[in-house]
T-cell receptor, first 114, second 109 residues
Framework: EAGVTQSPTHLIKTRGQQATLRCSPI?????VYWYQQALGLGLQFLLW???????NRGNFPPRFSGRQFPNYSSELNVNALELEDSALYLC?????????????FGPGTRLTVL | LAKTTQPISMDSYEGQEVNITCSHN???????ITWYQQFPSQGPRFIIQ?????VTNEVASLFIPADRKSSTLSLPRVSLSDTAVYYC??????????WGAGTKLIIKP
């Protein structure tokens, strides 16, 4: 069974541009989570989608947004990129919502903002 | 609002038992407590989860006291390959997911 996939692996942008990151969950999983992990730091929760709806978002500005498609894949958009947005962006999926549902993580997208 | 606290880092030696404690208050009364492991340049992966008392699987044990205000991940007889960052994950009363800041565990030979 295929795991969570993310694309692209690496993304280089300049300040002020927009970035789009994509995630395909494990087949059958309806919940998708997005996290930001700056170099050497812990996970920062960004967004959670379940059944096509945004269920929760972390403490990030509105220029971080996303959506979940009918096939449960998801997209994270970051507008007006800033240097501090440089980080590893991880996507995870789970069968359902809540702590008790194991999250399976993808390999991440490394975003570099110059 | 739920909050978690973990030690920033810990050192141990091969063959030792390592215990990492996460303090968490105001967590949901009916949700699990889960621990994840993360190696450099990889996403976290599930280790163990529990609701109360003690849970054991092939890689770890999880101890949760009756008040559920903390949980302790126990790694028996660690090896160099257990060097990683360990995160606790809990839910609050509004079913928000609260991740700990992570404990960097370094195993020495």
């Amino acid at each position: 069974e295929a795991g969570v996939t993310q694309s692209p692996t690496h993304l280089i942008k300049t300040r002020g541009q927009q970035a789009t990151l994509r995630c395909s969950p494990i087949s059958g999983h309806t919940s998708v989570y997005w996290y930001q992990q700056a170099l050497g730091l812990g996970l920062q929760f960004l967004l959670w989608y379940d059944e096509g709806e945004e269920r929760n978002r972390g403490n990030f500005p509105p220029r971080f947004s996303g959506r979940q498609f009918p096939n449960y894949s998801s997209e994270l958009n970051v507008n007006a990129l800033e240097l501090e947005d440089s980080a590893l962006y991880l996507c995870a999926s789970s069968l359902g919502a809540g702590v008790g549902n194991e999250q399976f993580f993808g390999p991440g997208t490394r975003l570099t903002v110059l | 609002l739920a909050k978690t606290t973990q030690p920033i880092s810990m050192d141990s030696y091969e063959g030792q038992e390592v215990n990492i404690t996460c303090s968490h208050n105001n967590i949901a009364t009916n949700d699990y407590i889960t621990w994840y492991q993360q190696f450099p340049s990889q996403g976290p992966r599930f280790i163990i989860q529990g609701y109360k008392t003690k849970v054991t699987n092939e890689v770890a044990s999880l101890f949760i006291p009756a008040d559920r205000k903390s949980s302790t991940l126990s790694l028996p007889r660690v090896s160099l390959s257990d060097t990683a960052v360990y995160y606790c994950l809990v839910g609050d009363s509004n079913y928000q997911l609260i991740w700990g800041a992570g404990t960097k565990l370094i195993i020495k030979p």
